[in-house]
C-alpha cells in the first residue's frame, strides 16, 4: 500500500513534478528535442523555486487518488 502525498504548498508541488519529469528521463521517455525543452523549463522552474523558498507561497493539498 503506497502512502497518501499531501502537497501542501506551490514549492514542493514543482519540486514533485520535477521528480516526475526526471524519473522519467531516466526511463528514455522523450526525445532528445523534448529533453532539451524539459531541462530548460525545469532549470527556470528550480531557480524560481528557490527565490521563492523565502517568501509564503500559497498553499495547496494534492491527494493521490490512484492508491487502493
Known amino acids: 500500500m503506497q502512502e497518501e502525498l499531501k502537497v501542501t504548498n506551490i514549492n514542493q508541488a514543482i519540486n514533485v513534478l520535477i521528480?516526475?519529469?526526471?524519473?522519467?528521463?531516466?526511463?528514455g521517455v522523450y526525445s532528445f528535442n523534448d529533453s532539451v525543452a524539459i531541462k530548460?523549463?525545469?532549470?527556470?522552474?528550480?531557480?524560481q523555486s528557490k527565490q521563492s523558498e523565502s517568501t509564503e507561497a500559497p498553499e495547496m493539498e494534492v491527494v493521490d487518488t490512484t492508491a487502493e
Do not use: P, Y
Request: proline fraction near 0%.
Open 19 to 27: 521528480q516526475g519529469v526526471n524519473l522519467a528521463q531516466t526511463k
Open 40 to 47: 530548460s523549463s525545469l532549470d527556470f522552474l528550480e531557480a
